[in-house]
């Protein structure tokens, strides 16, 4: 999440779901290694004002095992941004555990993107789209095959389009 194909570049402010039942980005997903033991984690969401929306939690997460949760927001959560607050207490079996912490910033946003139009020049289709927060992901597909093109483009974002670049002989 908040990784921009396009751009190769990465943003905290991009991570965002939409919980509007379509089945796409509808859900809130944790995956979390640790180096060490966790003991007592807590998992909270909490709202702009730290107002806490939901809280779970794990009594212990094993070192260099994966744990993996999807957080259950609630239904009528309000379209804003968010934090997810992890704590808990690092490397619990020996005397120097130390509860820790770590938020991670996430937006809710159910409003739709759209592609607003698109230009070909040469080999260059320019995508013009719309997206009240992060970029939207545009796959293109062609439609005789429905083959995905991926990695026959070069791509990169520019204001709110997406400029793709087709290699030759691909």
């Known amino acids: 999440l908040g990784n921009y194909s396009a751009s190769k570049t990465y943003d905290s402010d991009a991570i965002a779901i939409s919980p509007d039942g379509d089945g796409y980005n509808d859900i809130l997903g944790l995956y979390l290694t640790s180096l060490r033991s966790i003991r007592d984690l807590k998992i909270s969401v909490v709202d702009e004002n730290e107002n806490i929306i939901c809280v779970q939690g794990k009594d212990i997460v094993s070192k260099y095992r994966p744990y993996e949760t999807q957080i259950e927001l609630p239904e009528n959560i309000a379209d804003g941004s968010y934090l997810v607050k992890l704590e808990g207490y690092m490397n619990y079996e020996t005397d ?44 293109l597909t062609d439609l005789i095959t429905g083959e995905e093109y991926i990695k026959k483009y070069d791509s990169y974002i520019e204001d709110d389009k997406i400029v793709y670049t087709f290699k030759e002989n691909e």
């Open 96 to 139: 120097n555990s130390i509860k820790q912490s770590i938020s991670i910033p996430f937006k809710v946003d159910r409003e739709r993107s759209y592609v607003k139009g698109c230009t070909l020049d040469g080999n260059t289709l320019t995508v013009d789209i719309y997206d009240n927060g992060g970029l939207a992901t545009v796959v």
